[in-house]
């Protein structure tokens, strides 16, 4: 995203910016809070969550470096939805909605790579709520971990098809993400490392060959 803008333009955004560590377990928002600003995740880990009616917590995305989030207030969305959560001691970029939205105007690159992001966004939206829908609990794990493997990959040997990822997700996130439960997950990465297509620890997982995920 931000290669679309010269470097007079990259220097102005880094002069309304204000970088911020922030400590895990410390929240960034809730819902109803007003969308007036945008996040760069520059390093760290960042949960984006829901709370349920009946209290349960379901768990939207984990957000590794080099991610955008609050990006939903471009759309004209007034108040937060989700509730966003550092997970991992983070340093984050956090832009004024109005400042962006002047350099949207005035550089139309920027502008189309910004819409590229949203609309991304709202397709892995809804690839989820289509796994949710149609697959078995043991498929949505599998897809969850080859999305993960995808988006945050290292490639492993110049091999696109073997990746590591390195987001230290929790058996109970992985089920929050899948709406799943924690012995589930447990039994399906056990499965996966037994068949000997991922290895898995808590700090890691290494995909094998994504074409058998």
């Known amino acids: 995203m931000l290669k679309a803008l010269s470097k007079k333009e990259k220097e102005k955004l880094d002069s309304v910016a204000d970088m911020r560590h922030a400590p895990k377990k410390q929240v960034l928002y809730f819902p109803t809070e007003s969308s007036s600003n945008i996040y760069m995740l520059k390093a760290g ?20 470096p080099g991610e955008v989030f609050g990006e939903l207030g471009i759309t004209g969305k007034q108040e937060r939805e989700e509730i966003a959560e550092v997970t991992d001691d983070a340093i984050i970029c956090v832009v004024g909605l109005e400042d962006l939205q002047r350099m949207m105007k005035d550089n139309p690159k920027f502008n189309t790579e910004i819409l590229k992001l949203i609309g991304f966004r709202l397709k892995r939206i809804q690839s989820r709520l ?26 492993i040997a110049g091999d696109e098809n073997q990746r590591e990822v390195r987001l230290g997700l929790t058996h109970d996130e992985m089920a929050k993400l899948t709406a799943t439960s924690r012995q589930t997950v447990t039994t399906q990465l056990n ?7 991922i290895k898995y620890d808590r700090k890691r997982v290494y995909v094998k060959d994504l074409r058998l995920l």
């Open 191 to 197: 499965e996966l490392e037994k068949n000997n297509l």
């Open 45 to 64: 880990k960042v949960k984006i969550s829901r709370i349920s009616p009946d209290g349960k917590e379901i768990i939207l995305a984990i957000l590794g």
């Open 130 to 155: 289509e796994s949710l829908i149609f697959k078995t609990a043991e498929q949505r794990i599998r897809s969850l971990i080859k999305e993960l493997a995808e988006e945050h990959g290292r490639i």
